[in-house]
């Protein structure tokens, strides 16, 4: 058993963390992933009205019993989410922790602080994480340049941002961004942090409500099978590599604005990828570690497998390390 102070914090068996994803946090993946001992996030935004999620909630719940939580992105949008209604539904549905990322959250971290729910800030920097910190939340989730989604614009690695961050960062904090397997988690807590976040690695589950096509292609991927968009408009996103992802970096030498890569790069799009598993029909998110999967096993398969070996590289190899058994621990 790996404790931490995030698993005392936050009420969890495991240090591993379902972080929200577009299309992906469902009731049927969430529930798995809590009942393995791991928390799992419904993604709020993927339900098209609050009532919906409020329903997602409650569907969730009638497969677990474990703590769950959702994510709730605040994004710039033309025409906004109402956030503060989703909000509430969060808070009246009983849910004790939510994910929050994107921009400025200060006025849904006191609201959620003064019903008794637990904020854990996804960021890309230590600058925003700091600010996080003074806004009252119970946890960061830092997230580096290899992630899936939305890297942020000063492209640090996880290598350095995860020690940077816990170097200044006196809240339980949560690795994100090229995390697959138990050498991962050993790494993160090696550098300071007190669990990992994994999205692409929980999207290659049995339990993931997305096109087993999908899934066997993140499998056939590897370490260099994605692309960076929307660069030029300083919003950029890593997403599998594809034909579109490809046409919309081609637009984008050219100048493109977003009006003319819109439909390229539109939701209903990357949604339809998931529903009919044709992994060229829009643009979906995958980071960089499709190249450290190589199976699509159960949640409770993973999050044991992770654990267990976790354990043993830190009782085996590293104390042999010490030890002077570095021979044999190789062997």
């Known amino acids: 058993m790996i404790k931490t102070r995030f698993t005392e914090a936050f009420g969890v068996e495991h240090p591993i963390v379902q972080g929200g994803m577009q299309w992906v946090g469902r009731a049927e993946l969430v529930a798995a992933v809590a009942n393995a001992g791991a928390l799992g996030m419904i993604t709020a935004l993927t339900q098209p009205t609050p009532e919906d999620l409020a329903k997602e909630i409650a569907r969730c719940r009638e497969m ?3 703590p769950i939580g ?3 992105t605040i994004l710039p949008a033309i025409k906004p989410p109402p956030y503060a209604e989703y909000r509430r539904v969060i808070i009246e549905s009983g849910v004790k922790i ?7 959250p200060q006025e849904h971290v006191e609201d959620f602080k003064k019903h008794g729910v637990k904020v854990l800030h996804k960021c890309t920097s230590v600058r925003h994480a700091l600010s996080a910190e003074r806004m009252g939340v119970d946890g960061i989730s830092i997230d580096g340049f290899e992630c899936a989604g939305h890297p942020g614009e000063d492209d640090t690695p996880g290598l350095v941002l995860i020690p940077a961050a816990a170097d200044k960062i006196k809240i339980p904090m949560i690795a994100s961004g090229g995390f697959a397997d138990a050498r991962g988690l050993v790494a993160a807590l ?9 999205g692409t690695r929980f999207m290659c589950t049995k339990e993931s409500p997305i096109h087993q096509a999908v899934k066997e292609k993140i499998v056939a991927n590897d370490e260099r099978s994605t692309d960076l968009i929307f660069r030029t408009l300083r919003n950029t996103s890593r ?4 034909a579109i992802s490809q046409q919309v970096i081609e637009l984008e030498k050219q100048g493109a604005t977003f009006e003319q890569v819109k439909e390229l790069v539109a939701g209903s799009r990357g949604k339809m990828v998931y529903v009919n598993g044709d992994t060229d029909e829009g643009v979906w998110s995958a980071g960089m570690v499709q190249g450290l999967i190589h199976d699509i096993p159960s949640c409770a398969e993973l999050v044991s497998r992770i654990v267990r070996e976790a354990e043993a590289i830190i009782r085996g190899r590293l104390e042999a390390l010490l030890s002077g058994g570095a021979r044999e621990a190789a062997e």
């Open 70 to 72: 959702v994510n709730l």
């Open 239 to 242: 997403v599998a590599k594809n």
């Open 98 to 104: 939510v994910e929050t990322a994107g921009n400025k």
């Open 64 to 66: 677990t019993d474990k």
């Open 190 to 198: 090696a550098l300071g942090a007190d669990g990992i976040n994994m």
